[in-house]
């Protein structure tokens, strides 16, 4: 059973370059979840999604964006990057409903460093 | 205002010794979840225990313990007769049932447990 699986795991960027870290999950989760940890720190929200076709901001969205064309897929993009993003990233999942909803399940992060 | 407090940045004691660590969260809703997160050195998170606003009951499993008091907003975990895997990062976390399963996380103990 892979759970949230993440790509790549680490990565070195230049100022100004672009990239996608990809999320996948196969427990038919409907909320989608990407934040971030910098050094210290607890995680921050990013962006988030409820379902297929929608998503919203979270706390730290800028220089951010994000898209959920399937259940299982939320790729997070960089658009140029700035050495402030260098951090790990993490995505996650959940079932979410009216009575509220799971753990969160967390891939295993990617190690972004932004030089 | 949300928000998540762990006093303790560090902690270390010594293998067998029992270890607590604080937790204090804000929240106006009265319907919320509260969470603990543990991150060994390998850096995934490993989800510990859920409990939700209306459960006061404590919980025990194996040589953890959690203590959740209402009265004092308070939801600490309590690690009996620690061993040097229990060396990790723990995060305490807040979700609520209005917000998506969106999680607000504090700062993070760091643990140390020698030998």
């Known amino acids: 059973n892979a759970g949230v699986t993440q790509t790549p795991k680490f990565r070195i960027l230049k100022i100004g370059q672009s990239m996608t870290l990809q999320c996948t999950q196969d427990?038919?989760?409907?909320?989608m979840y990407w934040y971030r940890q910098d050094p210290g720190m607890g995680l921050k929200l990013i962006y988030y999604?409820?379902?297929?076709?929608?998503?919203d901001k979270g706390e730290v969205p800028n220089g951010y964006n994000v898209s959920r064309s399937t259940t299982e897929d939320f790729p997070l993009r960089l658009e140029l990057a700035a050495p402030s993003q260098t951090s790990v990233y993490f995505c996650?999942?959940?079932?979410?409903?009216?009575?509220?909803?799971?753990?969160?399940?967390f891939g295993q992060g990617t190690r972004l460093t932004v030089v | 205002a949300q928000k998540v407090t762990q006093a303790q940045t560090e902690i270390s004691v010594v293998e067998k010794e029992d270890v607590t660590l604080d937790c204090v969260y804000e929240?106006?809703?009265?319907?919320?979840?509260l969470f603990w997160y543990k991150q060994p050195p390998s850096g995934e998170l490993v989800f510990l225990i859920r409990?939700?606003?209306?459960?006061?009951q404590n919980e025990i499993s194996g040589r953890y313990s959690w203590n959740f008091q209402k009265s004092t907003s308070s939801f600490n975990f309590t690690i009996t007769a620690s061993q040097v895997v229990d060396s990790a990062v723990y995060f305490c976390?807040?979700?609520?049932?209005?917000?998506?399963?969106?999680?607000?996380f504090g700062q993070g103990t760091t643990l140390q447990v020698k030998p």
């Open positions: 996650a999942s959940s079932w979410a409903g009216v009575s509220g909803s799971t753990e969160a399940f």
């Open positions: 427990m038919n989760h409907n909320y």
């Open positions: 999604s409820v379902g297929a076709g929608i998503t």
């Open positions: 929240t106006r809703d009265t319907t919320y979840y």
């Open positions: 409990r939700n606003s209306f459960d006061e």
């Open positions: 976390a807040l979700s609520f049932s209005s917000n998506t399963g969106k999680l607000i």
